[in-house]
């Protein structure tokens, strides 16, 4: 079949919808003022069908009718016209009027809203003053004038809305009927019609004197039920009730989104939580029968996969939901939302497993920066035994001063290989061991003895243990530092002394100094807080130390830095 309409005309249609409303309004007036039995009013009434047949909001106005269609509008329109009266009539006005007052409070525009409220007018004061007197037979006095009432005062209200200023309108773009809106309407209108016929036949009251009872009976309940639904007097109304009611009921959404909250918990795989929530999807919500989802490089599929196919996306995730019929656009809405939450979960789930690989990568790489300033200190001891080696001129013979340093500095090495070894297996262990801080300072004094560097304790570390390889690599670093400035200035001095910081705590705190030149103030504020490009050892090693000390619970700082007192801290994070 042709469409009803081409697109061109669509087009226009949707710009002027109000004109097809007044046309229609229009025909209804004059087929109705014709009168029924007339056949100039019946075909009025039939072109009056049509044009609503292109206004009506429900179906789209370029639908393809198939025969089917066709022969279901047409038998409907024949039986409508072959027995049309006055019954029927007030039924189709109210219908009208019911979907005239679902539309008009959705309109932001005031002219736009007037011009609603004038149609809805119109089209009430029609069924009151010219359709209902006709099925009552002995108010023939009063149907005169309502008649020409209808005839000469009606079509002014139509002129009216003609007039009024209102801009081309684009509905079809969000149409929307409040189907709660539309019934209430209907039903004070029946109220007032069927009020109205029963205090003329019960208490035999006049045509007018009825309608005005009945209008009178119908603000009165509207006015109670208003105050009911929301009273003032500091108690809840009927809202809050129904409110309640509908927050109990314990709607299937409501019930899949406990569940996808369950699932955001228990499943921390994003696949397997995209698997699992669109599983729950069937199992949950009665219109989704199966379906499909892909992200990225992954897809899966849950339930059947027939029917009605629906495509949602959010970002990455593509989720094809099918079901046993079309769904309504309000149900589109509504798994339009579904997915931008499941979309927001699993893109939420993808960042938190890069930020575990990333987590774990920079744990890989601060290990392995400990471990090279390891084999750097390492190296260090191991040039000065070969220095040691060249110096001596027996070499069948070793002198005492030799044997002694081996002795010294060989365990050493040794031991500070099995640490490197054992942070390379399990880099987390190595910072929780402890040790008596005096064994350990006089390990280094012994370690260091050879080097010309001064070591001095202060306060009473008895009983005081330290993290001992927070400590080593610290104090090695910034000793192997003073080193490196000693050898452009061979008279440096360099002293490490090891306080007791806090009585209470019982923590130490470890300070080195040297009377070398200060560091440049370039560099300071950069020294602890990122790499720091430098050759004489200002560089990446006291960022990793700072990093490490600051891991541990201690703070790293630069206690002076002017020429002649070059001093650096380890502390506890917590004093001052």
Known sequence: MNALTTPRQVVWLDRHRRWLLLGLLLLLHLGLTQGIDNLLGRTLLVAHIGLFLLWQPFVRAELRLNPIHFAIVFALVAAAIIWLNWGILIIWVMFIAGIIGGKVFFFG??????????ALAYLVTLLLVFILPQVIPHQQSQNELFTVLARYALPLLLLIMAVLPVGAESERRGEVIDLIYSIFVFLVLAVLVLGSMAFMLVPQLGYIESLLTALAGCALLLFLFSWMWNPLAGFSGLSAVFSRYLLSIGLPFERWMHSLAEHAQRDTHPEKFLA?????????????????????????????????????????????????????PSMIWHFTLVVQVIGEFYDAKLSARQLSQMAYLQAIH???????????????????LCFAVESEKDEAQFSPQFQALLRRQLPVISERLRQSLSKLQKPESDRRASEPALAWWNMKRLSHADLGILFETKGDLNGVDLP??????????????????????????????????????????????DDGAAIPESVVDQLFSAPVPSENGYGIGLYQAARQAESAGYRLELVSNRPGSVCLRLIPAQLE
Request: glycine residues 6%; proline residues 2%.
């Open 468 to 513: 001992v390889d927070i400590f080593t690599n610290i104090i090695e670093n910034l000793l192997q530092n003073s080193l490196y400035k000693r050898r452009s200035h061979p008279q440096l001095k360099i002293e490490a002394t090891l306080a007791l910081a806090d009585v209470q705590s019982g923590q130490a705190m470890l300070t080195v100094c």
């Open 276 to 328: 699992s929530i669109c599983t729950d999807l069937v199992n949950r919500l009665p219109w989704i029968i199966g379906g499909k989802w892909q992200a990225h490089q992954q897809q899966g599929e849950f339930g059947v996969r027939k029917g009605q196919s629906s495509e949602f996306r959010h970002g990455a995730l593509c989720i094809t939901l099918f079901s046993r019929h079309a769904l309504s």
């Open 366 to 384: 601060e290990t392995g920066a400990r471990l090279t300033h390891d084999v750097k200190n390492l190296l260090q001891s191991l040039n000065m």
């Open 109 to 118: 525009n005031r002219v736009s809203k007037v011009f609603y409220l004038m």
